[in-house]
């Protein structure tokens, strides 16, 4: 049963996932955000920090301080890796529902955690508690869930590209690849001088392609799909344009045609609100899903052959990020699951 309205806390509001929080929760219409936190910027109003917030925050930043973190009904974890898990287990113990977009709760074992994030894990207990909130697969668990991993934005894109696949045994799931760019959003806000213009414009290359800590995250989801280990390949790109995923994906059928996957696609995610299969002969563009919590879907089987090409593109502060977490908040609250999230994409 829904509440009328509910009191939001927001822990890192400066980065950029915790701005695409409060411009979507801003015109929410059932949320109230009562606390938005941020160390660096304690005092300062959040709309001198951001005046494209003018007129629809009134409030200042605080630090992050569990006692007025508890009077809210909910608290989005917008922070680095390692910020959530050292205050989740008191948030929950005060029953204040607990989303983390970083991905301190997303992998179930800590031990594996900790080997792709380089640390202990502060609350390992926690981790069998957090539903993973990707609402294409954990609907029903996201609903009666106190504690959300907010997926990452590749796994987010990655995942809704093979999901229809895995399910129905069609593609060899040992020899899976995804090749993979974002925008430079992706990598936070920060002064780095990789993210500059200077270095990033004009300019286009992988990286951590031996192993990218999303890895685990992906395979993870795909294996209890396909209920076996799958083997993917999982290589990053760095694009010089500010949002933006297009996840190219490959694997190698096992049956069905170009029409029958077509169909299968568009069956699946009929009833998805936030995922739209593009007709026979599109390709999905970033632009077009720029600002929305959309993802666009296009299936190629090239030449007939028997490789199948999935074409996956997101807004990676929004599906991939801030859009997600309210579309989880939605669920838990038993809200209207697009409610706050009907925005059409920017173009140009």
């Known amino acids: 049963m829904g509440l009328d309205m509910i009191r939001a806390g927001i822990v890192g509001g ?21 606390v938005v936190t941020s160390r660096s910027d304690d005092g300062k109003r959040v709309d001198a920090l951001y005046p494209s917030l003018r007129g629809s925050i009134d409030l200042c930043f605080t630090k992050p301080d569990v ?3 508890a009077s809210c009904d909910v608290v989005f974890f917008a922070t680095p890796n390692g910020t959530a898990m050292l205050m989740a287990e008191q948030l929950l113990a005060r029953n204040v ?4 977009l970083s991905a301190d709760f997303r992998i179930n074992d800590a031990a594996e955690w900790s080997k792709w994030y380089g640390m202990e894990h502060a609350c390992p207990d926690l981790i069998t508690d957090a539903v993973y909130g990707l609402p294409e697969i954990n609907r029903k668990q996201i609903k009666g869930a106190n504690l959300i991993a907010c997926p990452g934005c590749y796994p987010t ?3 809704l590209g093979f999901l229809p696949l895995i399910e129905h045994g069609l593609v060899d799931v040992e020899h899976l690849i995804a090749d993979v760019k974002s925008g ?14 200077s270095e990033s414009g004009e300019s286009f290359k992988a990286y951590a392609s031996a192993g990218h800590r999303h890895l685990p995250e992906i395979s993870q989801g795909l294996s209890l799909v396909a209920q076996k280990q799958v083997g993917l390949t999982f290589v990053p790109h760095l694009v010089p344009m500010i949002r933006g995923i297009q996840a190219t994906l ?17 069956q699946r995610y009929a009833h998805e609100p936030f995922v739209d299969v593009l007709p026979v002969g599109e390709h999905p563009d970033t632009r077009n899903v720029r600002g929305s919590n959309n993802c666009q879907i296009a299936i190629v089987v090239p030449q007939g052959g028997e490789t199948v090409v999935v074409l996956s593109v997101i807004d990676n502060l929004v599906k991939g990020a801030a ?15 697009g409610h ?9």
């Open 14 to 34: 400066t980065g950029y996932t915790g701005v695409e929080l409060l411009r979507i929760l801003a015109l929410h219409g059932q949320v109230e955000i009562s």
């Open 67 to 69: 006692e007025s973190l």
């Open 97 to 100: 529902k607990v989303i983390d």
């Open 157 to 159: 894109a990655v995942q």
């Open 184 to 197: 430079v959003s992706g990598a936070g806000r920060k002064a780095a001088v990789p993210s500059l213009m």
């Open 250 to 266: 490959y694997a190698q059928l096992q049956g069905d045609t170009a029409e029958q996957l077509q169909a299968l696609y568009e």
């Open 323 to 337: 859009g997600q977490a309210v579309q989880n908040m939605n669920l838990m609250f038993g809200f209207n699951e």
């Open 340 to 348: 706050g999230l009907q925005t059409i994409a920017l173009y140009p």
